[in-house]
């Protein structure tokens, strides 16, 4: 893995103490069971020079291979002064990074004007997966437990990392841990075995291993906690896919329906992302237009001439 920023979070100045906010949500996170590795963060403000050089700044920040996932915050100052954020789309597009796009306003009519000025000046941007209420932060997720507010959005904003890193999502960590006896007691575990090994999300000395246990329980228990242990989701999908295919829908409903849960308690995915096809249209749309194992969280200030930005690094561990 790359050293360098993972997450990149592009926002104006204006806006700047929603990303703060946000970024110190994310760093937050650590302290959860479920949590990106403990952190020591380290703050800096960065002045960049004007002109070419601060588009050259970012362009190269979007370039490096360590970054993960692009957080554009839309909102109506950025729309009044965009040149910059075209830069950092048209580089995200370029280089296939991963975008999760936030609109931040203040309105009462569900952002239907708002979203006019973005389709306007955006046509091919994906919709967002937050719209946020400037005002309104905490009452974005009533009625989670644990994702309400910045909070949830920051948990939308770590599943979106661990969906373009391939690492476990947490509602289906959740799922794992809570039908682990009910999975056991009812899994057909001879094929699953036989089916998982075959598509090699198991080695034959891990099939043996499980085998080894005295019981078909405690092999059923076996195999769930090794995918869990593994916290990667490949192998997760898997198992729900096999379920399915072997005939025992109902353990993967099961799942499922616990994924679904956890979401809820957490506010993830509560809006719709971009649709099929769209990544592609925004990619000839943005050509068109411009002819260690450290943790990162850079923070770019865009201003018309001058690029500030702050790093938020986490001296951390990195399983991803």
Not at 109 to 128: I, K
Not at 261 to 281: V, Y
Request: proline share 5%; hydrophobic share 35%; with cysteine.
């Amino acid at each position: 893995m790359e050293t360098g920023p993972r997450v990149v979070l592009l926002h104006v100045a204006e806006d700047g103490e929603f990303v703060r906010r946000l970024a110190e949500e994310l760093m937050g996170l650590a302290s959860d069971y479920y949590k990106l590795p403990q952190t020591y963060i380290f703050c800096q403000q960065v002045t960049g020079t004007p002109g070419d050089v601060s588009r050259a700044q970012l362009t190269s920040t979007l370039t490096l291979g360590s970054v993960e996932l692009v957080v554009p915050v839309i909102s109506r100052h950025l729309l009044a002064d965009q040149s910059l954020l075209t830069v950092g789309l048209e580089t995200a597009v370029r280089n296939n990074k991963p975008r999760y796009v936030i609109w931040l306003d203040q309105n009462k009519d569900d952002f239907r004007e708002f979203g006019t000025l973005v389709s306007r000046q955006y046509p091919t941007l994906e919709a967002p997966t937050r719209r946020v209420q400037r005002d309104r932060v905490k009452e974005t997720m009533p009625g989670s437990a644990f994702g309400s507010g910045m909070r949830g959005i920051a948990w939308d904003v770590r599943d979106a990392l661990c969906r373009q890193t391939g690492k476990l999502r947490l509602p289906c960590w959740q799922a794992l841990l809570l039908t682990r006896e009910f999975l056991a007691d009812n899994m057909n575990l001879p094929a699953v075995l036989t089916r998982l090994e075959q598509e090699n999300q198991l080695s034959p000395a891990e099939v043996r291993d499980i085998q080894a246990e005295p019981t078909p329980v405690s092999r059923g228990e076996r195999l769930v906690d090794m995918l869990w242990a593994r916290r990667r989701q490949e192998p997760y999908d898997w198992l729900v896919r096999v379920l399915r295919e072997e005939g025992q829908d109902f353990l993967a409903e099961e799942m499922e329906e616990q994924e679904r849960d956890w979401e809820r308690e957490f506010g993830i995915g509560e809006q719709q992302a971009a649709q099929p096809g769209q990544q592609t249209a925004q990619r000839e749309h943005f050509s068109q237009q411009s002819q260690g194992r450290h943790s990162y969280c850079i923070i770019f200030t865009l201003k018309p001439l001058y690029l500030h930005y702050r790093v938020l690094m986490c001296n951390c561990k990195i399983e991803v």
